[in-house]
């Protein structure tokens, strides 16, 4: 995992962005922001980071506008790193009624009664800041987004729900976490055996039989060596297929690494051991792979491994952020 967000404006020299888009590259903590100027007044925003970050996304994101209404959030996910700038956003630019919010269909009702546990916040310890949701949508609708028609194809596997958009006239893919340059999501369902690895699979072959050009994933710089891209994940998904117990230690390290990322001074020791014994996820996750170990005794696990690993380092009594994961 990458540090401290560097968000900017970026268009590849190898494939250029259509005029009408603008990538704000964020870090691992807030997923990428794509801003969409739809016309001479309105625009529209797809996915908008962690609610940490929330008022740095309301800035990024207004300059970006050049002046433009901000008329529609798009979530590619639910996850709280995709959405947690929707409240601020909304509230900025004139609530619901001047500022719609898309979500995958499936997520469309639990967002509009606010239901913190079908939205995985809270098992999985994060935060989240309410917002409401004008529509849902699903795999095989079209999206207006900068003047351009986007397909929208289903991508479960890191989230049953999914979604990313495929622009075929450019062949541009807004893929979310199911494909980055170097990697893909935690396959959260496999994490409490209930399957994702499958589903992931095809997923992959889904954006190989779309074959983009180029894709902006939700982590990361915007690429073209899809090729490349799509055989390295296939290659890290046959390694957990083969040991999910694996898959399920490495999706533990990634939830204990978000909790630094969101504190870069530190957390204390002792707080994020209660806050790793406090997850339900973690919980489940320790019931399904290790019934026979303490949540204490796996938190000490976890926590060496990122030690190990250089993505992590103590300083005294706080564990701080370090390197990559």
Excluded at 301 to 310: I, K, S
Aim: net charge negative.
């Amino acid at each position: 995992m990458h540090g401290a967000p560097t968000p900017t404006e970026l268009s590849t020299s190898a494939s250029p962005l259509p005029r009408s888009m603008r990538l704000l590259e964020r870090g691992w903590l807030s997923a990428n922001n794509i801003v969409f100027l739809d016309d001479d007044h309105n625009a529209s925003v797809v996915d908008t980071g962690y609610v940490l970050h929330a008022a740095q996304t309301v800035a990024l994101v207004r300059h970006a506008l050049d002046g433009r209404q901000l008329a529609r959030i798009v979530n590619t996910h639910l996850h709280s790193d995709h959405c947690g700038g929707n409240a601020a956003l909304q509230a900025t630019y004139g609530g619901a009624a001047h500022c719609a919010v898309t979500v995958p269909a499936g997520e469309l009702q639990a967002v509009n009664s606010w239901d913190e546990d079908a939205l995985s916040f809270r098992s999985t310890g994060q935060q989240a800041a309410g917002f409401s949701a004008a529509a849902g949508m699903a795999a095989g609708d079209l999206l207006q987004l900068g003047g351009m028609s986007w397909r929208v194809h289903a991508a479960p596997g890191h989230d049953p729900h999914a979604l990313m958009l495929f622009q075929p006239e450019v062949r541009l893919l807004i893929s979310g976490d199911a494909l980055w340059q170097h990697g893909f999501g935690v396959v959260f369902p496999e994490m409490v055996g209930e399957g994702g690895f499958a589903a992931t699979r095809r997923t992959l072959d889904a954006i190989a039989a779309l074959a983009p050009a180029a894709v902006i994933p939700g982590h990361g710089a915007a690429f073209t060596d899809v090729t490349a891209a799509l055989e390295r994940a296939r290659s890290r998904l046959g390694v957990f297929e083969a040991n999910p117990e694996r898959h399920a230690r490495h999706g533990l390290r990634v939830l204990l690494k978000f909790q630094l990322l969101q504190q870069p001074e530190g957390v204390a020791c002792d707080d994020l051991r209660v806050w790793f014994g406090d997850a339900e996820l973690v919980a489940r996750t320790a019931c399904h792979f290790w019934p026979t170990l303490t949540l204490d005794a796996l938190f000490s696990e976890t926590l060496d491994a990122l030690l190990l690993a250089g993505a992590a380092s103590r300083r005294d009594h706080l564990v701080c952020n370090a390197g990559p994961a």
